[in-house]
Nanobody, 123 residues
Framework: VQLQASGGGLVQAGGSLRLSCAASGRRLYDYALGWFRQAPGKEREFVAAIDWSGRSTSYQGAIQGRFTISRDNTKNTVFLQMNGLKPEDTAVYYC?????????????????WGQGTLVTVSS
C-alpha cells in the first residue's frame, strides 16, 4: 500500500489549503487515517485523525476549529481542509494509516506513511 499526499503550497496567513492523500494498492475502508506534521527544527506532531467510518474524528488542540479531516472511502482518499492558516502551521504534512477501526494520536500506531507535502504560510 502506498499513500500519496498532495495539495501543499505557499499561502498567506488567513488563507486556506486542502490536502489530499490517495492510497493505492488496497482499499482503506478498514483503516483509520490521519495527518501528522513536522515544522522546521521541531519534532513531528499529531494533527488530526479519523476512524474507518468517518464518524469519529480527533484534532490537536492548536488546530481545533480551523482544520477538518474527512475521508471518501469510495475514492480511497483522506482530506485535510485547513482554514485560517497561521505561520506556525508551516510544516511538512504527512498522511498516515493504521489498520483497525479507531484512530490514535501516536506515531507508532500508524504503520503506513505518505511522503509528505510542504505547507508554507507567510505572514
Amino acid at each position: 500500500v502506498q499513500l500519496q499526499a498532495s495539495g501543499g503550497g505557499l499561502v498567506q496567513a488567513g488563507g486556506s489549503l486542502r490536502l489530499s492523500c490517495a492510497a493505492s494498492g488496497r482499499r482503506l475502508y478498514d483503516y483509520a487515517l490521519g495527518w501528522f506534521r513536522q515544522a522546521p527544527g521541531k519534532e513531528r506532531e499529531f494533527v488530526a485523525a479519523i476512524d474507518w467510518s468517518g464518524r469519529s474524528t480527533s484534532y490537536q488542540g492548536a488546530i481545533q476549529g480551523r482544520f477538518t479531516i474527512s475521508r471518501d472511502n469510495t475514492k480511497n482518499t483522506v482530506f485535510l481542509q485547513m482554514n485560517g492558516l497561521k505561520p506556525e502551521d508551516t510544516a511538512v504534512y504527512y498522511c498516515v494509516a493504521r489498520y483497525g477501526n479507531s484512530w490514535s494520536h501516536h506515531e507508532s500506531d500508524f504503520s503506513l506513511w505518505g511522503q509528505g507535502t510542504l505547507v508554507t504560510v507567510s505572514s
